[in-house]
């Protein structure tokens, strides 16, 4: 498997590097940890950004690095990201944030250290959008949200 250079920096001097790593030899992403100044607790229905401590430099604009929620802490605690998947743009150069929220019906301490998401790197690809009066025909059609059952 090929890997691409990522330049990494603690954007939080205070506090020691936490390098992402990958958990095994076959995880697609690395895991992000918690970068806090103190525990925090997240309420039922409770928003916080938590800060990684990280910033990064892509080496091309043609990597985006997508950040998911991990899925132990989202299944058994009802902790997962607001915005479903976190964009990091290659010309991003600030600390990552990862945006939480508390589903769980539980509040939830996070201590820093803690692995609370994973990174993963993929390709982009610009597109040119093309005016057209129509699209060509397809089997689904315009049939949506549910259309080829559950």
Known sequence: MDCIPVKIKN????HELVVPEYATPGAAGVDLHAILEQDLELLPGQTARIPTGIG????QPDIVALVFARSGLASKYGLTLINGVGVIDSDYRGEIQVAMINLGHDPFTLHSGDRIAQMV???VYLV???PVQELAESE?????FGSTGR
């Open 140 to 144: 689904r059609g315009e049939d949506g």
């Open 11 to 14: 954007m939080r001097p205070k």
């Open 128 to 130: 040119q959008f093309l």
């Open 56 to 59: 990064i430099e892509l080496p």
């Open 121 to 123: 790197f993929m390709p």
